[in-house]
């Protein structure tokens, strides 16, 4: 698949590399020449230009992309900004990080219904790993349902969970 991301701060950075090192292309876009120089490694492309212009914007393949994630999250209003022009500019999905529910609204009423809200994720996966003994990692599925990594005790390693009383 095709990704392009736009932020290429410590979020942005981990998903633009960690999508390269799962076989997809993708392009990073940041307003910080150093930053894009720091990442033109590891990411497949980077581009640095200013998003929020719509000039800048219309240089880019965005119709070629499957998906554009807006990564930025220091600035709500320039998020919203880069969403709308990406979302005028033809790109289908969409995925905005947002930084509380007034920018999740915003961009609700403008047809946008993907968000990574990565601070109170991790807080949240950091909260069961804290709360429940022995989990190593936990994700969320639903409001009912969460997928618990645990450790098992040294014992029962090897053993089928059908042998276990």
Partial sequence: MKFIVFGLGSFGASLATKLVSLGHEVIGVDKSIEVTERWKDGITHTIALDASSRDAMQTLPLKEMDCAVVAIGETPGISIMIAALTKQLGVQRIICRVVDETQQTVLESMG????????????ERLAYRLDLKGVVESYKISDEYHLLEVKVPDRYVGTRVSEIN
């Fill in 112 to 123: 946008i219904d993907e968000f990574a809200y990565p601070e109170s994720d991790s807080a």
